[in-house]
């Protein structure tokens, strides 16, 4: 299968996972009657660290929805598009590390604030709601399940988009360009320059 076809597979996923998880945590609320008409409701809102993670889970599917129709128009073109620059697949790896950790922050912030809500604080005076709000908790529980589901396979979607971009360069000089792979005249014209030096 190709390495392509691969991410693009991987990409779905994650997307899935990521719009799964911010719909789990974004549509979780409930509302418990205390006392005769005193209802106090349960809400993602209420959490800073909650309402954090359906913005960067939103942000981070937006981001591999890009990224599928690049795997789709790559996959689907005759012509040889296969062939980016190094520059893109720089820009690429750098966007893919930057979204998993954002991704994985999210997620392990969301955690904290959620065991704090599972456990509370008896010295901060803090009470905790799991107790009372339990179809709430185990809602977030599952959304950030899959949340750090989908943060194994953005790590997978970097570790390709490694190897996409190193394959690029020679593997016994640091960071030179293999010279079947260069495509940029700027990088032609410096390496014909540098080894013009080289000769004299």
Request: some cysteine.
């Amino acid at each position: 299968m190709d390495i392509v076809r691969i991410e693009f597979l991987l990409r779905l996923f994650a997307t899935l996972l990521l719009v799964l998880t911010a719909c789990l945590v974004g549509f979780d609320s409930q509302t418990k009657v205390v006392f005769l008409t005193v209802h106090i409701k349960a809400n993602f809102k209420y959490l800073d660290a909650l309402c954090v993670l359906v913005w960067i889970d939103a942000a981070a599917a937006s981001y591999n929805v890009l990224q599928l129709l690049r795997c789709f128009f790559i996959t689907t073109s005759k012509g040889d598009i296969k062939q980016f620059s190094h520059k893109n697949y720089w820009f690429f790896f750098l966007l893919d590390q930057a979204i998993v950790y954002i991704v994985f922050a999210a997620n392990s912030a969301a955690i904290e604030a959620s065991v704090i809500a599972l456990i509370g604080i008896k010295s901060l005076q803090w009470m905790k709601i799991c107790n009372r709000f339990t179809r709430f908790c185990i809602q977030i529980g599952a959304a950030l399940i899959l949340g750090y589901l989908a943060v194994l396979i953005l790590f997978l979607i970097s570790s390709i988009s490694a190897f996409q971009l190193f394959r690029h360069y020679s593997p016994k000089h640091f960071l030179k360009l293999k010279t079947k792979l260069i495509d940029d005249p700027y990088i032609v014209h410096q390496n014909v320059l540098q080894n013009d030096l080289q000769n004299n």
